[in-house]
């Protein structure tokens, strides 16, 4: 067991390897071979990964989560008492010390913040 970032898109091209089935090269472009870190030969995992919780989107790079600031909010979140990423400030979490995310480190971390917004925008707009 290790905190390498990975993701379930990661199956299929790894799968692949384990089995020794060469893909093609525009076959699951999204997904990155990462058969070594489960099986536990590597500890390198993805650098970043895109999550997405109901249109809002957040950038996983290493061990820190960004989500950018948001205006927009569904009218059931607040009925489902789910917090979801949508407010109005952006939010920058270490999840090495705060997995919960309950520290927002993005007003002592501007540059790190800005940093992540910028990678997120590279990687949504296919810049990357």
Known sequence: MNDALVSQMDIYRSLAKLV???LADDEAVDSL???SVWLGKSENGRVDLIEESLGNSALRHNQF???PKSNKKPNFIKSKKIKGGYVNEDQLYDLSTDPDELNNLAAENPELASKLQ????EIIQGRY
Not at 118 to 121: E, N
């Open 118 to 121: 910028r990678r997120l925008d």
């Open 33 to 35: 071979d990462q058969l």
């Open 65 to 67: 989560k960004f989500i």
């Open 20 to 22: 020794g089935v060469k």
